[in-house]
C-alpha cells in the first residue's frame, strides 16, 4: 500500500462560507432542480478520536438541510460505522492515513414525499473490503462484530462499495422525507 | 466517555456518560468485563442515561457482557437508552434480547 502524506486538515468549500469571525456558516440552501451541490468536504486522519468531530459536523450539516431528528441519526450513524470501518480494516488501526469526506445535496430523481437527498462520499487509500464481507448476510446468532454494515444498509437508502486504482469509495444517499 | 462502577448490595451499577464509538469502546469493554469476572455481582446494570451515542463496537461490548452474565449466572440489565441507543438495538435485533428498564428504580427492583 502506498503511503501518502497524513491529513488532519478540514475544509468546507461553497456554499458553506466562512464568517468573518472564521465560523462556518451553515444557512445552506437546497440544491435546486437537478443539481447536486458540495455542501462539505472534509480531509482528516484515520484518527478514532477524530470521530466525534466528524459526527458534529455532519449532524449539523443534516439537520440543516431538513432531515428530522431520526433521519439525521441515520445519516450520523451510517457515516460513523463506515469511517470506523476505514480505520479498522482498511487502514488496520493506522491513525495517521488520510480520509476524504464529501456531503453534496442532490435534487434530482427524487422520489415522491421526499423533500431533499443527502449524498455522502467517503474515500480513503487502504485494503479494500473483502467481497464476502461486502455481501454477506447479517449475523443471525448472538455474537459480537458485524453489525456495522448491517445498520448502514439498513439507515441509508442507497450503499455502494467501489474500488478505482488504489482508492476506496463508499457511496451512501438518504432521502429526507 | 466515562464509565464509572457503583458497588451495592448485590447489584453494580455502571454510569455511562458521552459517546462510545470506536475511540473509547475498548475501554468501556475493559472495565465491564473486569468488574464481572473478579467481582461476579448477581445483578450488573449499565446506566445509558447519559449516553447520547453508541456504535457497534459499543454495542458489540454490551453483547459481550450479556454472554459473560450468562456464562457466570448473573442478570445483565441496561436502562435509560437514548433514542440513538434504542434504534441501533431495533436494527440488530437486539432490544428483545437485552433486559431493558426506563430508569434506575425498575432496573433495580
Known sequence: ?177 | MKIDPRRMDKVTIFDVSGDIDLANSPEMRKTLLTEMREHKTPRVVVNLTKVRYIDSSGVASLVEGLKISRDLGLRFILFGLSPAAREVLQLSRLLKIFEVYDDEEHALA
Open chain 1, 1 to 177: 500500500m502506498k503511503k501518502v502524506p497524513p491529513a488532519s486538515r478540514a475544509t468546507a468549500s461553497s456554499p458553506v462560507r466562512r464568517t468573518s469571525a472564521g465560523a462556518t456558516d451553515l444557512s445552506l440552501r437546497a440544491a435546486k432542480a437537478g443539481e447536486r451541490v458540495a455542501l462539505l468536504r472534509l480531509k482528516f486522519a484515520s484518527n478514532p478520536e477524530l470521530l466525534g468531530v466528524v459526527r458534529s459536523a455532519v449532524c449539523a450539516l443534516s439537520e440543516s438541510i431538513g432531515f428530522s431528528p431520526e433521519g439525521s441519526r441515520a445519516v450520523i450513524r451510517s457515516v460513523d460505522e463506515a469511517l470506523a470501518n476505514v480505520m479498522r480494516h482498511a487502514y488496520g488501526g493506522q491513525r495517521d492515513m488520510p480520509i476524504h469526506l464529501t456531503c453534496w445535496s442532490v435534487a434530482s430523481k427524487l422520489p415522491q414525499g421526499a423533500k431533499a437527498a443527502l449524498e455522502i462520499v467517503i474515500m480513503d487509500r487502504g485494503i479494500p473490503m473483502p467481497q464476502e464481507k461486502l455481501h454477506a448476510p447479517p449475523p443471525r446468532e448472538l455474537r459480537p462484530g458485524g453489525l456495522g454494515l448491517e445498520w448502514m444498509r439498513k439507515s441509508m437508502d442507497v450503499v455502494e462499495h467501489s474500488r478505482k486504482g488504489k482508492t476506496n469509495s463508499l457511496r451512501m444517499l438518504k432521502y429526507a422525507v
